[in-house]
């Protein structure tokens, strides 16, 4: 019978890629000094006020040498909640090539967009100035998603010759569109 206990890295991994795909963003950040152009860096995160589960992460992500930093804020009475920051270009290109087939989903896309795009920004000479290529790769990573699943349905206050008088019908936006 297989070991129900097991701890190889490699479960470690997965469980980290859940914490990413469930408490986590991947993400480009933009900051601007004065006189000088925008300034992108990807960061991957991950954010929880369990302290256990951080120091969980911390540890397999030393386990794969990958540098993070680990920020606390605490609001008005509220738990303290701790981030988890892997920032800049080598270590997100890192941490997305080592976490890339533990996530899913929409991480998963943009962990592989940050890949290409850290990869094609190391292609060029240092400060070399963003591209084309540049903007489409970031507005993939910063776009959020459109899920169909969580589209709202509306009230539509329109009789139906099949209602009764009063009687409200939901639709939802796809059928409207048809």
């Not at 120091?55 to 606390?72: M, R």
């Not at 940050?114 to 591209?131: A, C, D, G, V």
């Not at 699943?149 to 139906?160: E, G, H, I, M």
Request: overall charge positive.
């Amino acid at each position: 019978m297989d070991n129900q206990q097991r701890n190889t890295a490699e479960d470690r991994l997965h469980w980290l890629g859940g914490i990413i795909d469930g408490e986590g963003s991947v993400t480009v950040c933009m900051s601007r000094q004065r006189r000088s152009p925008i300034n992108y860096s990807p960061r991957i995160c991950f954010v929880n006020t369990d302290v256990s589960i951080i120091e969980a992460g911390a540890a397999i992500l030393k386990e794969n040498d990958i540098p993070f930093h680990i920020a606390s804020t605490c609001s008005g009475g509220f738990k303290v909640c701790y981030r988890v920051n892997i920032g800049g270009m080598k270590r997100s290109l890192r941490a997305a090539e080592l976490l890339v087939n533990y996530v899913r989903g929409e991480k998963k896309r943009k962990m592989e967009v940050m890949i290409e795009w850290i990869k094609y920004r190391f292609s060029l000479p240092h400060k070399h100035p963003q591209t084309e290529i540049d903007m489409q790769l970031l507005t993939q990573i910063r776009q959020k998603p459109i899920d169909p699943l969580l589209a709202v349905p509306f009230r539509d206050r329109t009789p139906s010759p099949t209602s009764s008088v009063g009687e409200d019908t939901v639709q939802s936006a796809s059928n409207v569109a048809a």
